[in-house]
């Protein structure tokens, strides 16, 4: 697929990883529909995107409603003249360990907060990606491209039940969907950044930043450009579906 031929949803994309794939993009030709549930932070990227090639609208979305999704995929494609790819980045953190013992009783992580990352991690997704599809298979003989953006924690991390398993939930979606969606023209994969330059970083304590750090044999964080790469090989690349790039500096967390 020829980037400029790209017309995407892109969700997270006020800030980090969703913010650059959607200047990226932009710079690139495409057409970008940058979604995200705070909408302060998509002013200035319209603002930054406004000379490029492509073309960057953006719309405030809340992935884990339904009848928003629903209309977020009719809205971008009447605004770009139609869609052919989405690109999940939207993401949080809500870290704790399962329990925790204090001096005198046991700390739990609390329903609330493990249900809040499975919503916007796993459900936005799904809900994203089925309506994209839909609307892509609706019209037969356009190829598509949905990127899934994971995390190397997938395998597993302390203070991380409830991420490690949206991300690993998600990978597996992404093969699964690969093989579903085929038939249909529509490819499906996935980027799995390690610690990378952006404000999800940043709201980490120290003390697990340095230890994440730590496992990292490139011994450094990755930037956003890096990450960026990797969906760029995956839009140009038609033969590559199903799968998930590790781009991490080797780390083994």
């Not at 899934?148 to 597996?172: E, F, I, M, R, W």
Request: aromatic share 4%; hydrophobic share 45%.
């Amino acid at each position: 697929m020829k980037i400029d031929d790209v017309r995407a949803i892109v969700t997270g994309a006020a800030s980090g990883i969703g913010r650059r794939f959607s200047l990226e993009l932009a710079r690139s030709g495409a057409g970008v529909l940058a979604v995200d549930i705070e909408a302060d932070g998509l002013g200035g990227l319209a603002r930054e995107a406004q000379d490029m090639p492509g073309q960057l609208l953006t719309a405030r979305l809340d992935v884990r409603r339904e009848d928003e999704v629903k209309a977020a995929v009719e809205d971008g494609f009447a605004r770009l003249g139609g869609l052919n790819a989405l690109v999940n980045c939207a993401g949080i953190l809500r870290d704790g360990l399962l329990v925790a013992a204090e001096e005198d009783w046991v700390r739990k992580l609390p329903t609330a907060q493990w249900k809040a990352v499975i919503d916007t991690n796993l459900t936005g997704p799904y809900l994203m990606a089925r309506e994209v599809a839909a609307s892509i298979v609706r019209r037969p003989g356009m190829p598509g491209l949905i990127v899934n953006v994971s995390s190397v924690t997938s395998k597993g991390n302390p203070g991380q039940s409830n991420y490690s398993a949206s991300k690993a939930a998600l990978d597996a979606l992404t093969r699964t969907w690969a093989l579903e969606l085929a038939p249909h023209g529509i490819r499906v994969a996935g980027i799995a950044p390690g610690l990378t330059d952006t404000p999800m970083l940043a709201s980490m304590s120290a003390e697990h930043r340095e230890r994440m750090l730590g496992q990292v044999p490139l011994a450094r964080v990755g930037t956003t450009e890096e990450i960026w790469l990797a969906l760029e090989f995956i839009v140009r690349c038609d033969y590559f579906t199903g799968r998930v790039i590790e781009v991490d500096g080797g780390a083994t967390f």
